[in-house]
């Protein structure tokens, strides 16, 4: 699994982050987790493969945002345990 963080250029708004969830649901298959921010103008996101950053720059630009930025790390799912 992969997180990945996009810096993105032009939400003002809950709405903007809601245009910016549905692009990367559509690009990105699989993508979970979806979380965007327009305060910190950042997205997050977490998927089995690494994201093609040049689809989503495309996919962003499409919207009218930017994409001025992709961060993707090894993600490992937290496990709850009852046991310790």
Request: negative net charge; hydrophobic residues 30%; charged residues 35%.
């Amino acid at each position: 699994m992969y997180k990945t963080t996009l810096k993105i250029d032009g939400m003002m708004c809950g709405m903007c982050e809601a245009h910016i969830n549905d692009v990367i649901r559509k690009t990105i298959k699989g993508a979970q987790n979806i979380k965007s921010s327009h305060t910190k103008g950042e997205s997050t996101f977490v998927s089995e493969e690494k994201a093609d950053e040049e689809s989503l720059k495309k996919a962003i630009a499409d919207t009218g945002y930017e994409l001025k930025d992709l961060q993707i790390e090894e993600y490992e799912k937290k496990r709850f345990s009852l046991f310790g």
